[in-house]
T-cell receptor, first 115, second 113 residues
Framework: GENVEQHPSTLSVQEGDSAVIKCTYS??????FPWYKQELGKRPQLIID?????GEKKDQRIAVTLNKTAKHFSLHITETQPEDSAVYFC??????????????FGKGTKLSVIP | DTEVTQTPKHLVMGMTNKKSLKCEQH?????MYWYKQKAKKPPELMFV???????INESVPSRFSPECPNSSLLNLHLHALQPEDSALYLC????????????FGEGSWLTVV
């Protein structure tokens, strides 16, 4: 099955600085990589995703890059704000058999943006 | 509208109780999921329903019993739970079981006493 490693587990940045979270995956057949943001006591919310036919995707201050050869993908947040403080989970698909695919999550990164 | 609604938001139950968690979506999604999330951990997949049929059971104990009455509803029946089952239970849906965006509900916070 798929294995997703996520680093770092905690990250503190000054407001206005950039934050980068990195993930690696093991299944070369994985082809969909979403990122979820989870604030304390709330549900995971999809913030950006990327499919394997794309190398980079950007949405305002958030960008995701994918290197299929190296099997790693990264989340980049620029001009961080205190409201970006949350736990971020990366995920990758894996083939769970019978033609279906399910997500495997990384262990999460707790991002703290210091005002 | 990417809304998945779950009830109740909070539930406290004894180890001998029987209770149910409910989930509803009106996006026409054909795959629905139950995830369990413990504090400071990622969500763990429990069950997947695809086109109203149970397609994946991730070796979940029988004290958790899923049910999909129709394409919009998903229930999780709880019986004889243990304190270690206390967690956030997240329902999710996606257009179908093939690779696609998964949307989570707000979750039901379960405490077993």
């Amino acid at each position: 099955g798929e294995n997703v490693e996520q680093h770092p587990s905690t990250l503190s940045v000054q407001e206005g600085d950039s934050a980068v979270i990195k993930c690696t995956y093991s299944d070369s057949a994985s082809n969909y990589f979403p990122w979820y943001k989870q604030e304390l006591g709330k549900r995971p919310q999809l913030i950006i995703d990327i499919r394997s036919n794309v190398g980079e995707k950007k949405d305002q201050r958030i960008a995701v890059t994918l290197n299929k050869t190296a099997k790693h993908f990264s989340l980049h947040i620029t001009e961080t704000q205190p409201e970006d403080s949350a736990v971020y989970f990366c995920a990758a698909t894996h083939n769970s058999g019978a033609g279906s695919y399910q997500l495997t999550f990384g262990k999460g990164t707790k991002l703290s943006v210091i005002p | 509208d990417t809304e998945v609604t779950q009830t109740p938001k909070h539930l406290v139950m004894g180890m001998t109780n029987k209770k149910s968690l409910k989930c509803e979506q009106h996006m026409g999604h054909r795959a629905m999921y139950w995830y369990k999330q413990k504090a400071k951990k990622p969500p763990e997949l429990m069950f997947v329903y695809s086109y109203e049929k149970l397609s994946i059971n991730e070796s979940v104990p029988s004290r958790f019993s899923p049910e999909c009455p129709n394409s919009s509803l998903l229930n999780l029946h709880l019986h004889a739970l243990q304190p270690e089952d206390s967690a956030l239970y997240l329902c999710a849906s996606s257009p179908d079981r093939v690779v696609n965006t998964i949307y989570f509900g707000e979750g039901s916070w379960l405490t077993v006493v």
